[in-house]
């Protein structure tokens, strides 16, 4: 006849204090690991998102709107258009013709930055405007907002600068427009001639006069969503 036998109090006592010790142990190693690990590919790629969505408001005006954009001309040759000035101004209404703005705010706009620019040949005149949107899903959205193939109105709000050479350049002489997109912004081009002559008054226009200003913003925008090298360490990024 076997005798069931209870456990000394004193072993019972070091067997649950070993127990607790290993599982205090693992705790102890999983926090350590958890705490000195890098950060996961998921991580890093939802930081770096991030970063690039803060990139409007982060960078410098002339890191994002350069003093000179380089594009191809007429006949095919490069040329540098110079930068006439950065509007001080951010708010999303002011950046767009009346008809945009409900369709901008919803899907959350969260600024328009606007800079004209001259051409090489000092004829053409065209403003270049970046809107941050939160994600690229928001920027999809809008975008589907403006109208294709070119036309300039409802469209970016043409930005003048008294005493200079693009003084004239008002909504009445806008001529063509240019959208393109990538992340988390849509950058937009409206552009006419330096004269200031209302696009109603002008003739069969060369198709290509103005074609360069999409140059202008896929340079802009190639800058603004260039992939960047994580820096978990530095106050930009969020790993």
Known sequence: MSVLRAWPPLVVASALTLVCAVVAGVSAGAAGAELTRGPSAAEIRRASAEETARRWQAWPAGKIFPATLPYVSEQGGGEYARRVGISSRTDCSAAVDAALRIAMRDAG????????????????????????????????????????????SPGLRALAFPRTVADRFTAASRQASSIAHAGPYVVVTTAGQVDGRPARAVGRQRGTIFSFASDLAERVLATLTAPARPDCAGKDWQC
């Not at 690229?136 to 300039?152: E, I, T």
Request: proline fraction near 9%.
């Open 109 to 152: 706009c969260r600024a328009v930055l606007r800079a004209t620019y001259l051409d090489a040949l000092q004829g053409v005149v065209v403003t270049v405007g970046v809107a941050a949107f939160p994600d690229q899903a928001s920027a999809l959205k809008a975008r589907a907002a403006f109208p294709p193939g070119g036309v300039p």
